[in-house]
């Protein structure tokens, strides 16, 4: 919604809304929120909401939140009477200056550098997640909700009502889902975004997973995102689609041979530095057991036949130009992933880094978490795209997990602890 905050409290006023959730994301990706009455957005509007961020990096001060006034969504699966609805925010320090560690501020800055230099972009989410069936004591379990495969229907496909159900969702609060299936693994799903502004797709990925869990419970079931839960199937993936344009020409083509020598060069900056960002697309011990198996990628390449390339070029007649990048999982931070995502691939451009024909299955992806940290922790380029704080706190916790699977005498029991409830 594209109004003024006066019109959004007028709007407040006339539809019953009784709670305002301010959303916003922390450093690892995870959605947060304070909820105020309608009497206090005025306030927020003006002044901020203040918070206790101690448990944000932030020494002996509050932040504000302010909300985004274009960002305003009515939660559907709340009562009609009593509405809510949810605002993403902006945070701040109390001297009004952008709070460092605020990854969507950092991606609005970014973006709107990119203009200035004649380039818009858009980008979409294919995400991929697991449903599981409730004990007798409502608590997840690792039974999967059917057994059907890729594409299966009823009564093979148990999860299409679940699917439709939060498709609704998605539409009715403008999140705009294109399309939904059922995936290869048992009780796998997927739903697949129409292409948007960077921050918004970022929005709409962070919002897309809380729905997904909140109606897959009010159906009695638990969904999960966690990259790889079952040893023996498929893992989920994050695929994330670009579309760019430069002084309104599309970069990509529909195949190989129409993309344009900035195309080319955007991608083959992407795989220069993919193993320096993979730490921060795929943040998770259990991340790295989805690489090579079914189709998920294992080696630094690009094609448009390849049914398991890191980078694909969709050809199908009609399609808007698109690269597609299919290494992310869900776990996690999508502003960080596509703030690194697009330096990587005009930094390509800038360097005029036509290389694409040098990357074939020599080059691997990083294969554990401990390799992809250290890689991260000596890249330059990471160095120059995000502060040190987000850096330094993503890593920490990287070799924190490291550590305790290390130390962990079941391996997969402590996958499933430490992830299964969570992601």
Not at 136 to 146: N, Q
Not at 242 to 267: A, D, Q, V
């Amino acid at each position: 919604m594209n109004n003024t905050p006066k019109e959004l409290l007028k709007f407040v006023s006339e539809n019953d809304v009784k709670f305002i959730r301010l959303t916003f994301c922390d450093v690892f990706g995870n959605l947060k929120n304070i909820a105020v009455m309608p009497n206090e957005l005025e306030q927020a509007f003006v002044n901020g909401i203040p918070f206790d961020a101690a448990d944000f990096g932030v020494n002996s001060s509050d932040l504000l939140l302010f909300p985004d006034i274009s960002t305003l969504s009515v939660m559907p699966w709340r009562p009609k009477s009593g509405r809510v609805v949810r605002f993403f925010c902006s945070l701040k320090y109390p001297d009004g200056k952008d709070f460092t560690d605020d990854m969507r501020t950092n991606l609005i800055d970014y973006i709107n550098e990119l203009r200035l230099n004649g380039y818009s972009c858009e980008m979409g989410t294919r995400c991929e997640f697991y449903l599981f069936n409730l004990d007798e004591k409502g608590e997840p379990t690792l039974i999967p909700h059917d057994n059907g495969g890729y594409l299966d229907v009823a009564p093979l496909d148990k999860c299409e009502n679940v699917r439709r159900e939060i498709c609704l969702s998605l539409e009715e609060m403008g999140l705009n889902p294109k399309s939904s299936c059922h995936k290869h693994g048992p009780a796998q799903n997927e739903i697949d975004f129409r292409a948007n502004e960077p921050v918004n797709a970022a929005d709409d990925m962070v919002h897309y997973k809380t729905v997904v869990k909140s109606i897959s419970a009010q159906c009695g079931l638990f969904a999960s995102f966690m990259p790889k839960p079952l040893e023996n199937h498929h893992g989920s993936a994050l695929n994330i689609s670009l579309s760019i344009r430069k002084n309104g020409e599309h970069i990509f083509g529909t195949s190989p041979e129409k993309i344009t020598e900035n195309g080319r060069c955007f991608i083959s900056g992407i795989m220069r530095r993919i193993g320096e960002i993979t730490a921060f697309l795929n943040p998770t011990v259990n991340s790295y057991k989805r690489f090579g198996v079914g189709n998920a990628p294992q080696y630094v390449n690009c094609s448009e036949k390849n049914c398991a390339p890191l980078i694909r070029i969709p050809h199908s007649a009609g399609i808007t130009p698109r690269i597609e990048l299919r290494s992310a999982d869900a776990a996690c931070n999508p502003y960080i992933a596509f703030r690194l995502i697009l330096s990587a691939g005009m930094e390509g451009i800038k360097s005029r880094d036509n290389m694409i024909s040098d990357y074939d299955k020599s080059i691997q992806l990083p294969d554990s978490l401990e390799k992809a940290v250290q890689i991260s922790r000596e890249s330059d380029f990471v160095r120059r795209c995000l502060p040190e704080s987000v850096i330094g706190r993503m890593m920490n916790y990287a070799e924190y997990q490291i550590e305790n699977y290390k130390n962990s005498t079941d391996k997969s029991e402590f996958e499933q602890k430490f992830y299964f409830p969570y992601i």
